[in-house]
């Protein structure tokens, strides 16, 4: 009864292409994040989106778009992918009460490859 | 914004020692702090989390302090086991004035191996 789950788990392509990354949770939570983890183990946020609305956006490129179809679902689409893209992406969802941060739950997390 | 520091960087100890991981934060308005921890190939789980109006939790051989004059707060893991093995994070937030806008800024991370 997986809570947050990603697809893929791995994606290799090379430079240039354009992908996604799909999240889904189960939880009924209303806020949702992508992250993205460097080589180095580093967790940054990207993007968190409330209720389909995209709330914060950490200064990322505009080649990443990400989409919130519903308050269950958080997509991201990566145009004219670069080698310094390769990282592992994790989607997370927290319940929100405004001005209250909650526990985030993580997704397993999809391993991007640039080649 | 904030800043998050975490010390140290890999932490070796023997099973059944204590281990403990430090992290400073530098936005004082900061008053939610979570510990995670990353099993290799998963993703992120709560393992504590404490609030700026308390100074200390436990959860079984897991206690997390916090000095907000000081900023900083530790993570206490005491009795190791094998299974503890795993990359830790601190973070930090504040509140924020919309839903959706609570930002957790995550430390460096701490690689702790525990040595049967």
């Known amino acids: 009864d997986t809570a947050v789950s990603q697809t893929p788990k791995y994606l290799v392509t090379q430079m240039g292409n354009d992908k996604s990354i799909k999240c889904e949770q189960n939880?009924?939570?209303?806020?949702m994040y992508w992250y993205k983890q460097d080589s180095k183990k580093f967790l940054k946020i990207m993007f968190s989106y409330n209720n389909k609305e995209l709330i914060i956006n950490e200064t990322v490129p505009n080649r990443f778009s990400p989409k919130s179809p519903d308050k269950a679902h958080l997509n991201l689409h990566i145009n004219s992918l670069e080698l310094g893209d390769s990282a592992v992406y994790f989607c997370?969802?927290?319940?929100?009460?405004?001005?209250?941060?909650?526990?985030?739950?993580f997704g397993p997390g999809t391993r991007l490859t640039v080649t | 914004g904030e800043n998050v520091e975490q010390h140290p960087s890999t932490l070796s100890v023997q099973e059944g020692d204590s281990a403990v991981i430090k992290c400073t934060y530098s936005d004082s308005a900061s008053n939610y702090f979570p510990w995670y921890k990353q099993e290799l190939g998963k993703g992120p789980q709560l393992i504590i989390d404490?609030?700026?109006?308390?100074g200390e939790k436990k959860d079984q051989r897991i206690a997390v302090t916090l000095n907000k004059t000081a900023k900083h707060f530790s993570l206490h893991i005491t009795e190791t086991q094998p299974e503890d093995s795993a990359v830790y994070f601190c973070a930090a937030s504040r509140g924020g004035s919309n839903f959706g806008n609570e930002k957790l800024t995550f430390g460096t991370g701490t690689r702790l191996t525990i040595i049967p």
């Open positions: 997370a969802s927290s319940p929100q009460l405004a001005g209250v941060s909650y526990e985030q739950y």
């Open positions: 404490i609030r700026s109006n308390v």
């Open positions: 939880l009924g939570h209303d806020t």
